[in-house]
């Protein structure tokens, strides 16, 4: 029963550490000029870039769920 625990954490911290790389990329991505012009044009950032955000988010929160669980 460890083990499954373990490995438990393990995918929570993996999950972590991926949801943040996303961030970080939605983030550079967001600072494109690209991504910049569309947001002048539009006023809102484009779809990939959201995407990411919320993947990002979702996958920090699974991540510490996971990780944090007892």
Same mark, same amino acid.
Request: hydrophobic share 50%; proline share 0%.
């Given at each position: 029963?460890?083990? %499954? ?5 393990? *995918? ?17 991505? %967001?600072?494109?000029?690209? %991504? ?7 006023? %809102? ?8 955000? *919320? ?16």
């Amino acid at each position: 029963m460890a083990k %499954s625990s373990q490995n438990k954490k393990l *995918i929570g911290l993996v999950l972590t550490v991926v949801g943040i790389g996303l961030a970080i990329w939605a983030y550079r991505m %967001s600072g494109s000029f690209g %991504s910049q012009l569309n947001e002048a044009i539009t006023g %809102s950032q484009g779809d990939k870039v959201m995407m990411l955000y *919320i993947g990002g988010a979702a996958c920090i929160v699974a991540g510490l769920f996971l990780a944090l669980k007892k």
